[in-house]
Structures are given as C-alpha cells and as structure tokens.
C-alpha cells in the first residue's frame, strides 16, 4: 500500500495559478503510475492527469489540456500538479492516486488515495 499526502491547495482569482504536491511513501517500488483526480460539489470525482513512473509518460483530461503538467521527483517520491490559467470550474477537491499495476493504469482505477486538498477558483 502506497501512502498519499496532497498539499498546495487554496484559493486563487480565476487566470490564477496553484501548485499542488503530493508526497508518496510506503510500498513506492510498486507503484506503476501516479496521477490526480478531482471532485466538484454534487458531481462524480473525475480524471484530471497522470504519469507513467516507468518512463514519464502523462496524460491529461481534454478540459485541462494546456493549462495544467504533471510532473514528478524521482529521487523525494513526489509527484506535482502545475495549474495555471485557472477557472471557477476547475474548484473541486483534489486527490493524488497511485495505479499499481498495467491493469489499474488502463482502467484508471487507482488503488491509493490522498486526502484531498481543496482548491477554489473564485470568478
């Protein structure tokens, strides 16, 4: 089991930008790919971008694409969200997610959990 602590949330004007970081530890050498998802009030939680651990692939939802980079540190285990031209539609609360295997990668069902950090985009 991977442990996930996200932190960098906030509130920030609309054209804004925030960094989230997340911090892994635990069983980190069975970590295939790690990513973040978020969830908006009264709606589903949603795919917002990952990163394959093997070889830095990423990929991003098309409402993020260009605005948002996921990026990682190799050697301190984490992983960041860069969001920049940020909108009152990307406030939700953000998770961090590790994928442990192929499997759970192309079925973008992550098997760890953050806790979430806010983040508030005010118009």
């Known amino acids: 089991q991977v442990q996930l602590v996200e932190s960098g949330g906030g509130l920030v004007q609309a054209g804004g930008s925030l960094r989230l970081s997340c911090a892994a530890s635990?069983?980190?050498?069975?970590?295939?790919?790690m990513g973040w998802f978020r969830q908006a009030p009264g709606k589903e939680r949603e795919f917002v971008a990952r990163l394959k651990w093997t070889d830095g692939t990423t990929s991003y939802a098309d409402s993020v694409k260009g605005r948002f980079t996921i990026s990682r540190d190799n050697a301190n285990n984490m992983v960041y969200l860069q969001m920049n031209s940020l909108k009152p539609e990307d406030t939700a609360v953000y998770y961090c997610?590790?994928?442990?295997?192929?499997?759970?990668?192309?079925?973008?069902?992550?098997?760890?959990w953050g806790q979430g950090t806010q983040v508030t985009v005010s118009s």
């Open positions: 997610a590790a994928y442990p295997d192929i499997g759970s990668y192309y079925n973008f069902t992550p098997r760890s």
């Open positions: 635990g069983r980190t050498l069975s970590r295939y790919a």
